[in-house]
């Protein structure tokens, strides 16, 4: 089956350090990629995608690239801040579904100080 | 503005309640969702329907149902034979496609009184 393993936290930065969080998967055919963020007390909103090999899904100073040779989707930022503390989940979308069912990773506590 | 609506906020059961969690959609998608959160877990897919008058069971249905009367609207009924319903429940809607994100209220949380 579908799995997706998150590397665990929390990661604490300091403000302007470089973030990197692994995620790598586990999929039965050629899926969608998804990164979402969760702030405290809300629900999770749709911060990239990618849907092929060598795309790279970018948002909010947020970047990831889909690699197929590793199976892998890291979540990037040059520069945190603050207000980049939250909760971030990978997450893939079976190419095989006939709806859009996600697998999501176990998520990533992100703490930034300043 | 489109978006979803999850309510209410916060709820409260008694021993041996049901109680009923509202999720109102108007982005005119087809499939809806409901997840379980856990404090500092991942989400857990309870039910979700891709279409009206039709839903299937997730990976932990158990104590729980739905219904889909209407595109707009998929409550959750957490029953008594939940015996740990205390968690996060969020709700989540999407365009039928491997390629389309769901899209998320911002969650009911649940407590034991």
């Known amino acids: 089956g579908n799995s997706v393993t998150q590397m665990e936290g929390p990661v604490t930065l300091s403000e302007e350090a470089f973030l990197t969080i692994n995620c790598t998967y586990t999929a039965t055919g050629y899926p969608s990629l998804f990164w979402y963020v969760q702030y405290p007390g809300e629900g999770l909103q749709l911060l990239l995608k990618a849907t092929k090999a060598d795309d790279k899904g970018s948002n909010k100073g947020f970047e990831a690239t889909y690699r197929k040779e590793t199976t892998s989707f890291h979540l990037e930022k040059g520069s945190v801040q603050v207000s980049d503390s939250a909760v971030y989940f990978c997450a893939l979308s079976d190419v095989n579904n006939a709806g859009n069912m996600l697998t999501f990773g176990g998520g990533t506590r992100l703490m930034v100080k300043p | 503005d489109g978006g979803i609506t999850q309510s209410p906020k916060y709820l409260f059961r008694k021993e041996g309640q049901n109680v009923t969690l509202s999720c109102e959609q108007n982005?005119?998608?087809?499939?809806m969702y409901w997840y379980r959160q856990d404090p500092g877990q991942g989400l857990r897919l309870i039910y979700y329907s891709q279409i009206v008058n039709d839903f299937q069971k997730g990976d932990i249905a158990e104590g729980y149902s739905v219904s889909r009367e209407k595109k707009e609207s998929f409550p959750l009924t957490v029953t008594s034979a939940q015996k740990n319903p205390t968690a996060f429940y969020l709700c989540?809607?999407?365009?039928?496609?491997?390629?389309?994100?769901?899209?998320f209220g911002d969650g009911t949380r649940l407590s034991i009184l």
């Open positions: 982005l005119n998608h087809d499939a």
């Open positions: 989540a809607s999407s365009i039928t496609g491997r390629d389309q994100p769901q899209h």
